[in-house]
């Protein structure tokens, strides 16, 4: 299935999310996901010009199925701790994890 999402969309450019994660069961398939993340994403969104969401693949935590309350939890942190990384931040403190996770538009896609 090809999703195209136009420049109407609320967002930056095309694409309505600041962050797009992929969760995935272990680090092995988080790695391969990771490495094909950027050209299926180039390849189904026409980000209208804008820039590109964060793009992630998080295994579930020491390689154990948390099943898809825990992949959501985990998708989150990762995502926001990317989202505040991304805007400058080296170490983010608490007060900018929470402010970022109330702002953030973020996808996740379980897998």
Do not use: K, Q
Request: glycine letters at 10%.
């Amino acid at each position: 299935m090809t999703m195209t999402m136009t420049p109407e969309s609320p967002g930056s450019g095309g694409c309505p999310f600041d962050c797009v994660v992929v969760t995935c069961p272990n680090r092995r398939s988080a790695d391969a996901t990771r490495a094909v993340l950027p050209r299926v994403f180039d390849r189904a969104v026409d980000a209208g010009g804008g820039p590109r969401p964060v793009l992630l693949a998080v295994a579930d935590p020491e390689g154990r199925r948390v099943g898809s309350g825990g992949g959501t939890l985990n998708a989150m942190d990762a995502a926001v701790r990317a989202l505040v990384v991304a805007r400058g931040s080296a170490s983010p403190a608490w007060p900018d994890l929470l402010a970022a996770a109330l702002a953030a538009r973020v996808l996740i896609v379980h897998s």
